[in-house]
């Protein structure tokens, strides 16, 4: 068995138009852009329908949550909290199963979160395979 950290780059290594040297930093763009005429509410109904549908619409939750930035999926997160009364990431853990579960209950983690939980699951791993023992960072 071996370990993997996934590790979040907030940067893409796509040149921006007008960059000129690979080593300026300040001329490359991240590649998930904000959704163009996002609403929330809607993405929370279409979301909320979704999973309530016999047999669960997978291609819908897949397309709003990987097509919105983390700032709009914060955003869903809090519309269908209040709309339908239930956090959204229970109603996925409900709803979905498998790979599609983590991946989906890991796009409505904030960067912060999803770097503690990876490096909390990290632990727990190297601590079943080498005993008790803490991680230094």
Same mark, same amino acid.
């Given at each position: ?27 490359? @763009?991240?590649?998930? &852009?904000?959704? $163009?005429?996002?609403? *929330?509410?809607?993405? %929370? ?34 519309? @269908?909290?209040?709309? &339908?009364?239930? $956090?959204?990431?229970? *109603?996925?853990?409900? %709803? ?42």
């Amino acid at each position: 068995m071996f370990c993997h950290i996934i590790l979040i780059c907030p940067v893409s290594l796509h040149r921006g138009p007008h960059s000129h040297s690979l080593m300026t930093h300040s001329n490359y @763009y991240g590649t998930v &852009t904000p959704y $163009p005429n996002f609403c *929330a509410r809607s993405d %929370a109904a279409a979301l909320e329908k979704a999973i309530e549908t016999k047999g669960v619409d997978e291609d819908v939750i897949i397309s709003i949550l990987v097509d919105r930035s983390n700032e709009q999926r914060q955003k869903i997160k809090a519309a @269908y909290e209040e709309s &339908t009364g239930k $956090p959204l990431a229970d *109603a996925l853990k409900s %709803a979905l199963r498998s790979h599609l579960e983590d991946v989906a209950l890991a796009l409505l983690m904030t960067p912060a979160q999803f770097d503690a939980h990876e490096l909390t699951k990290t632990r727990t791993i190297q601590s079943t395979w080498n005993g008790p023992k803490r991680m230094q960072l």
